[in-house]
Each structure stands twice: as C-alpha cells, then as structure tokens.
C-alpha cells in the first residue's frame, strides 16, 4: 500500500503547499518506514527525530500563515555522513571520528535549511567515502534493498538505499569516482553528479581539484533536479570552482523532445572493464529506445591513458586527505584508505605531471567528442551488485583488475571529463539486481540533460522491463 | 611628441574611431612611427605584422565609413606577448627550438581580440617559454626598460609592457604565473591585471587543471585594460575554468568610493623579501592616500608555507611542459626553464599532495581575512628594475635568494591563493624607476579590483608624485 513516504518529492511539496498534506503526517510516515526496513538495510546511522518534528511543525505553521518556506519545504532529506551537519553525529565512517559532532552546518546544508527541508539524518558511507562499497567499523555494511546478501554500492550507498525503501523523498550524495552514480544504479534510483562548482563545497580538502562533487540524489529525475535547484548555485569564495548560478530553473524542466536529439551509445567506452553480462543487458535495453532519437550511434572518445592518470591523481589526492592519518592510525583505517595512501608514496612529481597531461588530452578528446553528440549513455556500473561476504570482484570476464579502482573506470572517465553525468534506473539486470544508464551531457550542459533525461525516464517507465525497479519491502521487515 | 595619436588611450582612441574622428588608418600609422623611432633602444615589438595590421586598417576605416557595426576594440593596435599563437604571425615562444614556428590559426585569445576588431601589429619579447621576469632570450636578445634601457623591463610579459610605455600601442596582451602581468607593469609604469581562473580563456594549456597561469590584459589605464579584458573574455570548452562570464566585467570600471573601500596595507605579505628602498617607497605613498579610505588595516594574512607551495606547483608546470624537451634539446634551452624542470624531478608525488592541501589552507585564510577588508595592497615588485645583464635577483637586502624566482614572491603569492591582482603606477622609486601598487582580492572580485584601482589611478592623476611615470622618448630616439 501506498504510504505518503512513497510519493514523489515534487508530489508531496505540492500537497504541502496546498495544505493537502502535513509535513508532520509526511514525517512520521518516513519514520514509520525507517523504523520498518532500517534494521535490515541499515541505510540511516544517525536520526535526529526530534529535531525534524519541531521542524516540520515550524514548516506546517509558516504555510498555514501563507508563506513560502521554500522549494523544499516540508520535505525530509538524508544527508551523506561525510557532511557536516550541526549538533548531528557525523563520522565520516571513520572511527578516528566516531564521536564527532559538529557546531556548525556545512555551507550546503545551510542552504537546505533555508530551501525549508528537514533534515532528518545520517546516510552511511564508507570511510571517508573511500570506494564503491558502503561499510564502515563505525556502523557496518548498508545492504542492497533488493537483496540483502549484496550491497547498494557507495559511497553514497546509504543515500541510495533509503530512497530505493522511501526512507526519505530526497538524499543528498557526492561523487569522486562515481559515488553518486554507482550506488544509484545498484539501488534503483537517480544520481545526479552535477559541473563541479556547482553545488559550492567550502571544506573541501583540495580546493584546486574537482574530482569530488556534491549532488542530488532522488527516486525520479524531477525529484533530483527539484533537489538539485536548491543546492546549486550559491558561490562561496572558500570553493574557487564555485560560481554563482541561477538554479531555480531546474526545479520546473520541460521534458526535451527525443527526436530532436543526437545520442552516442557506448558498452564500455572500448576497453573499460564491464561484465559480459551487463554488456548484454545494456545492448538489449539500448536496442529497445535507440530509434526513437534523431540520431543514434556506437561510439566513444579514445580513453587511452586515462585509467593510469586517474589511479596517479586518485593516489595523490589520497596522500593529500589521508598521509598523516595512515601513519599514525593506521589500524583504525579501512584497508581501502591504506591500500590508496601508500599506492602513492613510490610515484613522483614527474608521475603526477604526466597524468596531469594525459587528463588534459582526455578532456579535450571527450570535449571534441561530445560537439557532435548531445548525449552519452554507458552502464551505470561495471558489473552487478556483489555479494558482501566475498567483497568486490577482483576480474571481470576472467581479467584481473589491478587495483579495486580499475572496474570504476567506467565512471571515473567521466569524473575527469568534469561534464555533467546523471545515472537513471532501467528494471533489472541478469541477476536480478538493479539495472540502470549513465548520461553524459555537454559541458556546462545540466539543463539540457536533465530535461532529456526526464524525457527518458517517461520512455523507460512505459515498458515494464525497463521501469524503475521497486524493491519487496516485506522482505526487509 | 606626446601629443601622437598612438598616446591616445584604447578608450578615447576607440570613441574618437567610432565619431570618425580618427581613422583606424591614422591610429596604426602613428603606432608604426613610434615602433620604428624607438623600438631600436628598446628591442619589444621582435615580430612585426605591418603590412597586415594596414590592410586590416584599411578594412575598419572602410567600416566606419560605411556605418557597420563596430567591436569593442574595432581599429585599435594591439601588441600580442609571444607566447600566444597568431595566424601567419611568427610565434617563437621566446625559444630557439620555435624560432622560425609560423602558426596556421589565432590561439582564442588572440581570435577573440582580432573578432572585437583589434588589430595585431606585431608580436612582443618574452622570456623563453615566459619563464622568470627578464625579457631576454636567445632568439631576439634583452628588452630595455624604457626609462633606462640597461636595465629589465621585467618579465615576462615585458615586451608588452615596454610597448605599451613608450606608446607603441594602446593595449597589448599578457600573462601571468608568478607576477608575468605585474611585475613588468611595475617596472614599466603601465596597467597588468592578473584576473581570476578561467577569465581568459587558454585553450593549449598542457596541465590545463591547474590555475595558476592566465592569460590577461595589459595598457596604459585601468579603464583600457579592464576594456581589452571584455574583449579576451569567453567560454572556450578547451579551458576547464572558463565558463559563466561575470556580468559585472562588462559594466564601468567608474563610480566607486574609495571612501567606502576598506583596504588592508602590506609592504611585503608578511611572506615575501622586499628591498628596503622598495619598503620605504612604498610606505611614504601608502602613508600619504591611506585617508581616502573607508578602514586602512596594516595586515595581511597568515600565508603558511607557500614558497614550498609554489616551488611544487611550479615544478608539477615545468615538467609537465618541458620533461621531453629537457631530454631531447636540452642544448637549445635557457637555464631558468632547465633549473625549473630539474628541480621538479627531485619532487616526489607525495609532496604534491601536501602541496594540494597546503594550498587550500592558505587560500581559505586569504579568503577569510576579507570578511573584514575589500582589498588588499602591496608593492608591485620587490625591487627596483636592475641591469637586464642580471637573469634574476639573487639577493635582496644583502639576503641571498634561495631560487632564481623567489624575488617575485611579492607577486606569486598572490598566484598560490587564486587572488586576482590589478598593477597600477604610483609615481617613482628612491631610484626614479617606476613604482607601481597591486590592487588585490579573492577570486571572484575581478570588477571589484579593477574599480578599485581606477579609482586610485584617478586620485593619483592629479598628484605629480603619484602619477603614472611617461618615460623619455627623445632619449630612446638617439
């Protein structure tokens, strides 16, 4: 049965604002659902009920009195536990952290606040966000909704996993390698990694860098892109990739018109590692809508150099954030930070400036690609959710991987290319885990894709094969 | 003399254009005249593009004539650094491995400048691959510093700034890592603005990920320098940083209060060394305009360890560039671009992580102590201009200098916290060589700045200590 927690985030901002709904009743039905599933999934580590309460009866007051307390009001949001957020646990999975409790908010979640939403929690997230995975020694593993044997994938995997369950309408994520696309894609829901700048981080550590992003995260495009209007667009002078950007547009998106647009469709960009079977599942899938675009064809730019540029600059910013850590904690360090840090310690300046040149020459050739085409569209992920007792594969279709960030090249490619990628949710794979698409758009281009992928995901939703996938929440009880 | 048109500045030269007071044609003429009467002592415009720049000339003045519409720098001459490619025009990059490069397209810099109706009348000196301040190279020699040709116009957008002080041209092209736009502006009492990331498009760049070189504009007034900067700007796909232009840099650079600026004063960011007589300059001119302001704060922030910052950086740059020519021509090239490579090598990538996080601390202190200023102003260089025989300053106040660029400190600095900086003219130094001030704040605030500096220019033009320094062309001519 259909809770009010079930409803889409630009449905139930609309019943609030008509007064058709309470955020009071939408919270407690959210909390309902948490209190129902979260043992098993283990999405949400820390909960500030409470504290929601009082905001929801604030928001409920300021819309009897007439006022607009925001594109977001009323709506309960689960925040990423690598964010700060004030007077809120926040771990950042690691146990050096465990008992951290911030006293101030992050600049995005203040940001949130004022668009009116609630913030209700804490989502899990590997330590420091480090991986495709979500467990920590803090809190443990987050489980797949759809089979709880596997994981939901990360690092926002606890984001992922609350919307998949209606946990929340909307979550907050961020992605370096592809933490906001791959734990969408394995849960069955939308993961928005935006232009880097656009949702202004001011704590991050490297402000010269944009590997990592923040973003939205939802059960529909809409929702995302409801999310994503109210986080983008305020500079902050602390975030030199920040600028200032009139969001408010992307709130309220016409569906752009499929025909008119010109649609490259890639496996694996030619020889990133992606299984046999989820090559399969993406051909017959891409087979069924292909025709409907003004153009669609096989292609990709040439990714030549950009697994070794990625793994040095990964290593480099991993010897940024976490040198000091590993040599003084390092047994209360996941084995992942460990493994990253030192990979670093033997490469050289030389090492950094050759990658700094091979990223550069991958993103003109992706920038020059891209001229021709309007979208993009890859696997959201390499291979299907695994299993948490046996941990990530180390081949695939019998090829080792040299480094567990080797089978993320399908996403970290784009995170180099700095445009702006959505993943979208398209029924189940072989195994019956979730199935779903990375979009490319152009440079610069968040609105036109966004627009394209609402278009999509009215076309995919159509046909019971390629719908979002519901996962079986008797299962999780 | 003084009364040429090629005195003019960009802004009145391009209204008198756009009212057919002037021809584009006359402009240009004059322009050549002052490179063939003085250029000889000088050494700044190394390749010229004359028969070009006069059909073209010829084109705008048809233009006006016929009523089209004009660019923003329609018929105005403009001096292009030799380290940005122009079509058909010699492009040496100051190296002999490029002496005889003629490149088939404008890089966008110069295609954009050329599209506002700009026109190039030849290419200005630079140090090889523009690295260190002494515009001196293998391929074309030293530029003189018009004010006393034995010494440095500095570097290394020095020809530029040498062509723009002896009134050569009204606008002129730039760049800038370390203080490339600045410090020769100091030295040559001319306007260089460092802008913001990503302002200027450059579309070549082999590290293109790092910030910390940018392309900008050069004149002989903020307000002709803040009008080139409206013509460079764009969005070029090839630029990760480039992208939303502020609107606001296509507004007027007039109608601030400096009585509503509140400005922190420095001689030396609390980092850097700085002569003694460039400090005592300095201080007697600040002491003197400190009024104006709303607030002047003695301050500047805590800038941590950031010559190790830059020295990385730097190193991450210069290898990423030059590692295969160090292998392959190392006979062909310069010291400095040899010192620079070689000492990144030492580096280990380690470091450069370090680097990264150091870098984000120091820049957020730098951005956080305007919360409670608008600017912040310092010397333009460390010292005063010295003999172009010299490659760099080795020492300073009797202190030995640890690298051949630790003498533009004063203007790096600046670099390593992402600040944009404006180089204005302030009179003379104890040495009666132009003293000129930078102008700063944190990225983002490029109007800002330049608003700012004009003001100051303004208030400085009327105060004979304070003006901008005119140096003696009868003496070049001899």
Known sequence: MTEPCDLSAVDLRRLIGERKLSPVELLASCLKRIDAVNGTVNAFVALDAEGALARARDIEAEIARGADPGPLAGLPIGIKDLVNVKGMRTTYGSLLFKDHVPDADDGQIARLRQAGAIILGKTNTPEFGAGANTTNRVYGATTNPFDPARTPGGSSGGSAAALACSMVPLAQGSDTGGSLRAPATWSGVVGFRPRPGAVAHERRALPLTYFAVQGPMGRSVADTALLYSAQAGSAHAGDPMGFPLDASGFADLTPAGLGGLRVAFSEDLGSAPVDDGIKRVFRARTGKFRHVFKEARDGHPDIAGVRDAFWVLRCVYYMANHKERVEKHRELLSPNIVMNTEAGYGMTLADVAAAEVAWRQWYDRFQAFMEDVDLLILPGNAYPPYRLDTGAPTEINGVAMENYMDASLIRSALTLTGNPVIAVPCGLDETGAPFGFQIAGKRHGEAELLAAALALETLLNADPEMARPIPDLEKLQ | ?478
């Open chain 2, 1 to 478: 003399m003084t009364q040429d048109l090629c005195d003019l500045t960009a802004t009145e030269a391009r209204r008198l254009i756009g009212t057919k007071e002037i021809s584009p044609v006359e402009l240009l003429e004059s322009c050549i005249a002052r490179i063939e009467a003085v250029d000889g002592a000088v050494n700044c415009m190394v390749t010229r593009a004359f028969d070009r720049a006069r059909e073209e000339a010829k084109v705008a003045e048809r233009m006006v004539l016929d009523g089209d519409d004009l660019g923003l720098l329609h018929g105005l001459p403009i001096g292009i650094k030799d380290l940005e490619a122009t079509e058909g025009v010699r492009t040496t990059y100051g190296s002999l491995i490029y002496k005889d490069n003629v490149p088939a397209a404008d890089q966008g810099s110069v295609a954009a400048v050329r599209a506002e109706g700009a026109i190039v009348v030849g290419k200005t000196n630079t140090p090889e691959f523009g690295a260190g301040a002494n515009t001196k190279n293998r391929v074309f020699g030293a530029t003189g510093n018009p004010f006393a040709p034995v010494k440095t116009c500095a570097g290394s957008s020095g020809g530029s700034a040498v062509a723009l002080a002896t009134g050569m041209v009204p606008i002129a092209s730039g760049s800038d890592y370390g203080g490339s736009l600045r410090t020769p502006a100091g030295f040559c009492g001319v306007v260089g603005f460092r802008p913001s990331p990503g302002t200027v498009p450059a579309e070549a760049k082999a590290s293109a990920l790092m910030p910390w070189s940018q392309l900008g504009p050069m004149a002989r007034t903020v307000a002709d320098a803040a009008l080139l900067l409206q013509a460079q700007m764009d969005d070029d796909r090839r630029d990760p940083f480039s992208g939303l232009v502020d609107p606001r840099l296509f507004g007027s650079v007039d109608g601030l209060d400096l009585g509503s600026i509140r400005a922190a004063i420095t001689p030396d960011l609390g980092c850097c060394p700085v002569d003694d007589g460039i400090r005592a300059t300095f201080t007697a001119r600040t002491d003197a305009f400190r009024g104006v302001f709303a607030e002047a704060q003695d301050r500047a922030p805590d800038f941590g360890d950031i010559h190790r910052v830059f020295e990385i950086f730097r190193g991450v740059t210069f290898v990423a560039l030059h590692h295969e020519r160090l292998k392959n021509h190392k006979d062909l090239l310069g010291p400095n671009v040899i010192d620079n490579t070689t000492r990144g090598l030492d580096v280990t990538a380690a470091d450069v992580g370090w680097g990264l996080v150091e870098q984000g601390k120091l820049m957020r202190r730098f951005i956080d102590m305007f919360d409670e200023v608008d600017v912040m102003i310092c010397p333009a260089a460390s010292v005063s201009p010295f003999p172009h025989e010299q490659l760099y300053v080795d020492e300073i106040n009797g202190e030995k200098m640890p690298t051949y660029m630790r003498w533009l400190a004063i203007s790096y600095v600046p670099t390593m916290a992402l600040a944009c900086s404006c180089v204005i003219p302030c009179g003379v130094d104890h040495r009666g060589m132009p003293f000129g001030l930078q102008v700063m704040a944190p990225g983002g605030k490029d109007a800002l700045v330049l608003a700012v500096a004009h003001a100051l220019e303004g208030y400085f033009a009327g105060r004979p200590d304070f003006a901008r320094p005119v140096p003696d062309l009868k003496k070049l001519q001899s």
